[in-house]
């Protein structure tokens, strides 16, 4: 075994290789690669706050970065998307101590978000973030300083259970850590850590980049899978096409990172490529949906 990243690049360009319902158009990689910007536009953060608030803010926000598949049924702000409302939902209250996090229940973590008490997503929300509270000994900066790096610290996020982003596919394990990796470059983006390794990252696999993707012409669907989701129907997380459409994306990122005229790496476009799943054009067709903690 090598590196976190290096075990989830070499498990993505596997699926890649041996994919059956999701492909890469390999003839629109370096064309595509020249229309992106390789800067990275900026990462959630709370400016005017204390270093310890803004960590706790990053590491909280993460901890419940998931959810995509739950988001239609939200309660949400007009123009808001689901991440954008539990972001606001949080920065408005402002984040939780170690100890409040211990404690509490999912009618707190309802009434931050506005949301019924009864969803399902607030009772996961609550479990995410009580055992937040558990690992962390008082102080999320002091947490966050202690690790040599990027990788490293995604590599701690990523042994916790409740951090945990692996999925089955017939070749064997898939790793992905989408909110281990965007946690630690959150954090080193937001000059709360050192940067080393924040090259080393790969894209934050979810449902949005794909879609870009997608939409663009850099992935391909077979007829079934698109008919599926344009349907609205849900995708069962770890299902084969599930893990292709992730992981696939992932792997083609990696092309474009090797394409790109100037220096980039994968966390600068995949944020460039998930602000550009904003726009409304991307908004007009459904992306799939699979209820799961991971994205």
Do not use: C
Request: no cysteine; charged share 25%.
């Amino acid at each position: 075994m090598g590196s976190l990243t290096d075990d989830i690049r070499a498990a993505a360009a596997r699926v890649a290789r041996e994919a059956r319902s999701v492909r890469i158009a390999d003839a629109r990689i370096e064309s595509y690669a020249r229309e992106l910007p390789p800067e990275a536009p900026p990462t959630p953060d709370l400016p005017d706050a204390d270093d310890e608030t803004r960590a706790a803010f990053s590491l909280q926000l993460n901890a419940i970065n998931f959810g995509s598949g739950w988001f239609p049924t939200l309660n949400k702000p007009p123009g808001l998307s689901g991440f954008r409302t539990i972001e606001r939902g949080l920065r408005t209250r402002g984040p939780w101590t170690a100890k409040q996090l211990r404690a509490l229940t999912r009618e707190d973590v309802a009434r931050t978000f506005g949301q019924d008490p009864e969803h399902e997503l607030m009772g996961l929300f609550a479990l995410h973030l009580n055992a937040l509270g558990t690992k962390i000994d008082g102080s999320f900066q002091a947490f966050a300083a202690a690790h040599d790096g990027v990788e490293h610290l995604a590599t701690t996020l990523a042994q916790w259970e409740t951090w945990r982003d692996v999925s089955p596919y017939p070749s064997g394990d898939v790793p992905l850590f989408k909110r281990a990796q965007i946690a630690a470059a959150d954090l080193a983006l937001a000059g709360l850590i050192a940067p080393t390794g924040l090259e080393r990252l790969t894209l934050f696999a979810d449902n949005l980049v794909p879609h870009v993707l997608r939409l663009d012409g850099v992935l391909e669907f077979d007829d079934d899978l698109r008919a599926r989701i344009d349907a609205g129907a849900l995708l069962a997380h770890g299902s084969p096409e599930e893990v292709e459409i992730r992981a696939t994306a992932l792997h083609a990122v990696e092309l474009l990172v090797h394409a790109h005229p100037r220096a980039t790496t994968a966390s600068a476009l995949d944020w460039v490529l998930w602000t550009r799943g904003g726009e409304p054009r991307y908004k007009a067709h459904p992306r799939h949906r699979s209820r799961t903690t991971a994205y």
